[in-house]
Every structure is written in C-alpha cells, then in structure tokens.
C-alpha cells in the first residue's frame, strides 16, 4: 500500500514541480538533434542471487540522430558471465517521434521505437531482456511530459525472445513473450538558475520498471533511484542502484548498480 | 497544366526573394525544453548556421539571440529548420531586416493590420505563421485570419509578420 501511495504522490508533486527526461534505463520520447552523435558507456554491477559474485555487464551505444524525427542506435553487450569480458551480441534500436505539442518550458511527445538484438549467452532466467541477454525483439511506445523542471515518462513495449544462437535454444517450457511496462520520474534539482553552459546540473530520477510474460503471467516491478551530473551541457554521469520490489519469476541477478557515461558530439560546424 | 506551371514560376520567383531577405538579427523564443543539454544542442545548432557571427543564449527563459554577416540571404525560414532539427520548436520570432526588403517584397511579407512604415532603414517584425509562435497561439490566429487565405495555405515562403520597433 506504502509503495501505491509513494507513486500517488509523486504523481502529485510532479503536477506542482514543474527537466528532465535522460533516463537511465528508459528512453524518453524526445530524440537526439538532427545530425549530432552520442557515444554512452553504460555499466552495471549486479548481484547474483543464484550463485556467488556479481554479474557485469559493459554496452558501449553509438546514437545518431538522422532528423528531427527519427534516431538510430547500435550497442554491444559484453558481460563477465564466462569469467572474462566477453562479447555477447549487440543490438540495432531506432525511434521515430510521431506527436509533439510544445510550449514555453513545456512538452508532450509521444515515439515509437523497435530493437533487435543478437546475443550468444546462455540464457539463465525467465526475465526477457533484449538489452544484453537475450536474442530478440522488442516494439514499444513512449509517452513524455515535461513541465518546467519535472519529466514524466511511461512507456509500454511487447519483447520476445529467441534463441541465442549458436548454442542455446530458447527453454520450450519457458514464455518467451512478455509486455513491459515502466514509469519514470527526472527533476533538476540544480541549478535553481542557470548562469552559463558551463555549470553541472544535478537531476533526480526514479523508474518503476514492469514486466508480465504473457502466458504464465510470472511478474516482475523493479524500482530505481538515480542521480545524474549533466557536464559543461554536454556530457552525462549516471549513478543508479535498482532493486526489484516484486518479483515472481526467476531472475539471477535483480538487484545492483548502474555507473554510465556519455557524450554528444553536436552537430558540428560547417 | 497552365495553373500548375504558373504556380511553379510563382514559387520560383518567391523562393528567390527569400534567398535575398537578409536578416540582420533573430531573437528567438525556444519551447519545449528547460535543460541546458537542449539549450546547448540550439546553440549549436544555430552557431553551425553559414554566415552566423554570434548566438547570445539566455538559459533561464530559452531566448537566443542569433547576429547574421551582413548581405546574407537568409529569409526567417532558416531559424524554424534549425529550430526544428535540434529537436524543439520556435514559440516567438522576431527578425531585424532592412525595411526596403519587407516593402519590395509584398507577396511575401504580409502585414497583420495596418502598415505604415516610417523612414527606418530596418525594421524588427514577429512572425505569425505556423512553426514561428506557439501552437496555442496559432490555433487563435488561425481563427482570426481564417479568411485570409495566404495565411491558410501555410506557404514556407509566405510571412505574416507585426511590426516590433514602431
């Protein structure tokens, strides 16, 4: 019930609050400017419950935004599950921005996106995760608000899972569809006002992340916390710890940290 | 096939007074974002703009002000493409340009009400048209000009513009 009412009520203050929508684990519905490029590093440290140690996982992105609409994106996945770093596969993701209506300090924005992944671990839980586990495909929608210093983001996505060829085939008696669900919350905590590009921006952020298989109806609802440097209007540091909240299907390693980086190459000049 | 090759030369000839419309200076109101991450992917934006001496940037109420070489050739067009492509969108424009421009070119700079211009050499007009102030606004302004039917065609090439300076 605590949990119902801690969402309510950020529901709530979020209508009074008033930027930000770089999420660490979801995308918001914005996309990147016409003809710049992103690189990002994103890490996670996450504890294994089934055995000793933890699992990392490294994804270095490269995104580029091809016009004011629509942005393409490719990673790799490595992870230390073989003992070593080892390169598992990688994924093509794009999103198209089909709805905006601004105004001053204010947006909704709605996208569509689609990923499809290649990956050659052996697939050792239930969860469907395309980012980094399984071979796939995910098609999804996403819905972002921002309102002065506060975003909101939900998203909704189908993902299924393949084999991770060459060697392991999906499990026959597991469900290898499943609908995702999120909700993330992003404010600027700092600056209260901004005096040049050069000054750090600090952002709060939490995500309510959700996935229900589609026939077993085996659920999970993750929270995460973050908080976010945003350098010399230019560059990203994300520091995150994500924890799963419910969970009734069998994961191996739910709960850890996230440390990312990025940095965007503008569009540069002519 | 007469009306569409008319309409063609038309459109020629107005894309050509465009590409002489000389806009000395562009002060820009920006929507839809408050962080200086986006602030700065304008900036940039309009910084690699040929022909751009200098983008002043108020972060705190996402106002730029974009400074042109003189005998550029830029019509208000170029700030909504920029705009547009790092992501966000014009909620106010208002363009500083020689007066002889806007009066030689009456097809294309159309004047909301009454336009008596003075002896000024420039004048700073704000744009009406959509893409050039807020989608709120241009709903009520498309009601109010509902019978004015170059504002209706939604032409890129046509300005429905205010005088700011008189």
Known sequence: ?270 | MKSIFFIAIVNVLLTMNASFAQVRKAEILATGLTCSMCSNAIYKQLSSITGVDSVLTDLNTNTFTVFLKPDNKYAPNIFKENIEKAGFFIGSLIVTMPASVVKENATQFIPIGKFSPGEEKELAIKIFDEGYITQKEYKKWSKTLASVETYSSKKSNIFHFKIENK
């Open chain 1, 1 to 270: 019930m605590k949990k119902y009412l801690f969402v309510i009520g950020l529901f709530f203050c979020s209508s009074f609050l008033g930027a930000q929508e770089l999420f660490v684990v979801t995308d918001p519905a914005s996309n990147m400017p016409a003809g710049s490029t992103n690189i990002r590093l994103t890490q996670s440290l996450f504890k294994e419950i089934l055995e000793e140690g933890y699992n990392y996982h490294f994804m270095p992105e490269v995104s580029y935004g091809i016009n004011k609409n629509l942005m393409f994106r490719a990673a790799s996945f490595l992870s230390n599950r073989s003992n070593k770093l080892y390169l598992e596969g990688g994924s093509l993701f794009v999103k198209y921005r089909f709805f905006s209506s601004d105004d001053i300090h204010s947006h909704f924005r709605m996208a569509a996106y689609g990923r499809l992944s290649k990956n050659r671990a052996d697939i050792h839980q239930e969860q469907i995760e395309t980012m980094g586990h399984n071979s796939g495909y995910e098609l999804g929608l996403i819905f972002t608000k921002l309102v002065h210093k506060t975003a909101l983001s939900s998203t909704i996505s189908l993902e299924k899972a393949t084999d991770n060829n060459p060697s392991y085939v999906f499990p026959e008696t597991q469900d290898n569809t499943a609908l995702n669900y999120s909700f993330s919350w992003g404010r600027l905590m700092y600056p209260k006002t901004y005096k040049s590009y050069k000054q750090t921006n600090i952002n709060l952020m939490f995500e309510f992340l959700g996935q229900t298989l589609s026939d077993n109806r085996k659920t999970f609802i993750d929270g995460t916390a973050a908080i976010q440097f945003i350098v010399n209007s230019q560059s990203r540091i994300d520091l995150a710890y994500r924890k799963s909240l419910f969970s009734n299907m069998l994961r191996s390693a739910p709960n850890g940290i996230y440390l990312n980086f990025e940095y965007t190459f503008f569009k540069f000049k002519k």
